[in-house]
């Protein structure tokens, strides 16, 4: 059984769907997404891979991508921990277009994350190492959607 997002119907509304946030008075592109999705999607990549052969295995993950650990590498850093232990769950990035292929080539201003004992929302930088409240509440999130959203 799939994990229920606790901002599930805010990430629903939200997720790879063009989006801005003020973060302290600095406007932000930002992307919304479920990262109980994206670790149910690293979690099948991983699961065909163990399926095959040995001698395919290596080969198969050579080359296989995960939005997790890429979202490690470029965004959570030494703060990982907060991630897999469940004290932060991503909800976004900033400054990053829709659905990424890679963090690679790609501006890079932090992550947004709800804490799940409290409900604020906070930006993490790792370059910067700082945590910074955005607001108390998913509900208090102030985004402002660009007008494709307003249209669905």
């Known amino acids: 059984m799939a994990k ?6 805010f990430i629903q509304r939200r997720a790879w ?7 302290e008075g600095v406007e932000y592109d930002t992307t919304f997404f479920d990262w109980y999705e994206l670790e149910a999607k690293d979690d099948a990549i991983v699961a065909q891979g163990k399926a095959l052969s040995e001698d395919q295995q290596e080969d198969f993950f050579g080359h296989a991508r995960f939005w997790t650990t890429d979202f490690e590498e470029y965004f959570s850093g030494d703060k990982h921990d907060e ?15 829709v659905n990424p292929d890679s963090f690679a080539e790609m501006n890079n201003d932090g992550f947004l994350a709800l804490v799940v ?14 945590v ?20 669905d």
Do not use: F, N
Request: net charge negative.
């Open 4 to 9: 229920q997002h606790p901002a599930a119907e």
């Open 17 to 23: 769907k063009p989006a801005k946030v003020e973060v």
């Open 132 to 151: 910074q409240t955005v607001c108390e509440s998913v509900d208090e999130l102030d985004t402002q959607l660009d007008i494709e959203m307003d249209e």
């Open 83 to 97: 991630i897999t232990e469940g004290r932060w769950l991503p909800l976004a990035v900033l400054g990053l277009g």
């Open 117 to 130: 004992e409290g409900g604020a929302i906070i930006r993490y930088h790792q370059d910067e190492d700082v």
